[in-house]
Nanobody, 125 residues
Framework: QVHLGESGGGLVQAGGSLRLSCADS????????MAWFRQAPGKERDIVAA????????HYTDTVKGRFTISRNNANNTVYLQMNSLKPEDTARYYC??????????????????WGQGTQVTVSS
């Protein structure tokens, strides 16, 4: 059974910050790349950031570069997304996901097969 649990979402004013956490409570994804995706109403689910198991390889979508930071603590099986300088267009439901794909860091939605339930982030103007 998959146990990915996101937390840390909420309502914040533009320019503010939030830190999302994703806990792998069953320690299922040891060695797996992990990623954060987001989906706004009426839009597709898109990748925000991805990180390899070692943390050496990281990917950000262009719209969050310089504002968001993905990290992971493998000792406590948690992946984080630090979001600074938030904008109203960052409003979405944010999902944590894990990929079983080997090779280069996966960055496509279909590369990720394990998903959490998501946490809502709302940025007011």
């Amino acid at each position: 059974q998959v146990h990915l649990g996101e937390s840390g979402g909420g309502l914040v004013q533009a320019g503010g910050s939030l830190r999302l956490s994703c806990a792998d409570s069953a320690r299922t994804f040891i060695g797996y790349p992990m990623a954060w995706f987001r989906q706004a109403p009426g839009k597709e689910r898109d990748i925000v950031a991805a990180i390899s198991w070692t943390g050496r390889d990281i990917h950000y979508t262009d719209t969050v570069k310089g504002r968001f930071t993905i990290s992971r603590n493998n000792a406590n099986n948690t992946v984080y997304l630090q979001m600074n300088s938030l904008k109203p267009e960052d409003t979405a439901r944010y999902y944590c996901a894990a990929s079983a794909r080997a090779g280069p860091l996966p960055t496509m939605t279909h590369h990720y097969i394990y998903w959490g339930q998501g946490t809502q982030v709302t940025v007011s103007s």
